[in-house]
């Protein structure tokens, strides 16, 4: 059975948040609220977590994963990103934008695009995740928690926890979350691409 965490929506108790961590540190996977919606998160050195999301969510080796970073310094160890990147990036975020990169030798080769060599990074704006990564000390393995057949992704923390209670460890629930996925944004041609239209607006780089 998956554990519940019901935590503070804007300051989420350290406790909490701390054996949530201690789920992503010891194997597990984990259900958690964004500024988009729900992701299932992994630890990067988590070997069967990327295996279990692609099952959960139906999804083949092709599926971009995201590396769910603190901040431009952590970002920038996983990813390589020029300067007229980096300037375009930076003033979109922290927000509801995934960003797809050509990927550095830190990021283990499983978790790569298996023909691109790209992995899908962001930086979101929820006091939760940040706690979370806070926590961690490095980015969280991500990917939208939609499920085969589903049109929107799940929202409701208590929904979760009883639909996937023996697929995920542990659920954390800080009441309303988004219920759209990212916008995600493919860097790796040069140009900036707008292959997915989600939450964020994708105005700016069209």
């Not at 998956?2 to 300051?11: G, I, N, S």
């Not at 919606?37 to 050195?45: E, H, I, T």
């Not at 934008?97 to 979101?124: D, Q, S």
């Not at 995920?168 to 860097?187: K, L, M, N, Q």
């Amino acid at each position: 059975m998956a554990r519940y965490f019901d935590v503070h929506p804007v300051d989420p108790q350290p406790r909490a948040i701390g054996q949530a961590v201690e789920i992503l540190r010891s194997g597990g996977l984990l259900a958690y609220p964004t500024d988009s919606c729900y992701a299932l998160g992994s630890a990067l050195d988590n070997r069967e977590g990327r295996d279990r999301i692609l099952a959960l969510r139906g999804l083949d080796d092709r599926h971009h994963f995201t590396l769910v970073c603190a901040d431009f310094a952590q970002l920038g160890q996983f990813v390589h990103v020029d300067n007229a990147t980096f300037r375009t990036i930076r003033a979109a975020t922290p927000g509801c934008y995934t960003f797809i990169l050509p990927a550095t030798k830190e990021v283990p080769r499983r978790l790569l695009h298996p023909k691109k060599k790209t992995v899908g990074v962001r930086i979101p704006d929820h006091p939760v995740v940040h706690a979370l990564l806070a926590q961690m000390g490095e980015p969280i393995l991500s990917s939208t928690l939609l499920l085969p057949g589903e049109d929107e992704p799940l929202t409701d923390g208590w929904q979760i926890k009883e639909r996937l209670d023996h697929q995920v460890d542990g659920v954390i629930d800080s009441g309303e979350c988004g219920d759209e996925p990212t916008t995600v944004i493919d860097f790796s041609g040069g140009v900036p691409e707008v292959v997915r239209v989600g939450a964020g607006d994708p105005g700016r780089f069209e």
